[in-house]
């Protein structure tokens, strides 16, 4: 991997551990708490985040995965806690996603970060090295969400 590259996936390392270090005081019980004056709650957030990396990759490669489908029902934009099902993760299930997903991302797509694919309709992203900048950027937006609904709880 490229020096840039390898800034990249560090950076992801550690935007995902500032994420599970705020959570590290968070019960399965405040995970499910919507406070007054917010949509979702620390879960939607954690499963969003979750889903958001995957999304805009197979959104650029144009790739089919099942479970995202699946994930986006739950926790895709415009989604609430209102569309969980039974079979939605847990709080500790989430978690546990979110600690391997990096690596994850990493395994599967590092080799083809600077592949170009066809541009498509969401926004100006040829390849997965852009989208995971992007995720980056979004996955900071929902620490700054799940801290502020810890605030309030």
Not at 68 to 92: D, L, Q, R, V
């Amino acid at each position: 991997m490229k020096d840039r590259q390898v800034a990249l996936f560090q950076s992801l390392e550690t935007y995902r551990q500032y994420l599970l270090d705020d959570l590290e005081d968070v019960t399965e019980e405040m995970a499910e708490i919507i406070p007054k004056g917010f949509r979702n709650n620390i879960r939607w957030n954690m499963g969003h985040t979750y889903l958001d990396q995957y999304l805009w990759v197979l959104a650029v490669t144009r790739e089919k995965d099942e479970k995202m489908k699946t994930f986006n029902k739950w926790f895709g934009f415009g989604t609430t806690p209102a569309n969980f099902t039974e079979e939605t993760p847990t709080f500790s299930q989430l978690k546990k996603m979110l600690e391997n997903q990096i690596e994850d991302i990493k395994k599967r797509y590092a080799h083809r970060l600077e592949e170009e694919y066809p541009p498509t309709s969401m926004e100006h992203y040829t390849t997965i090295e852009q989208v995971l900048v992007r995720t980056a950027f979004h996955e900071g937006m929902h620490i700054q969400a799940i801290n502020d609904i810890k605030r309030c709880i």
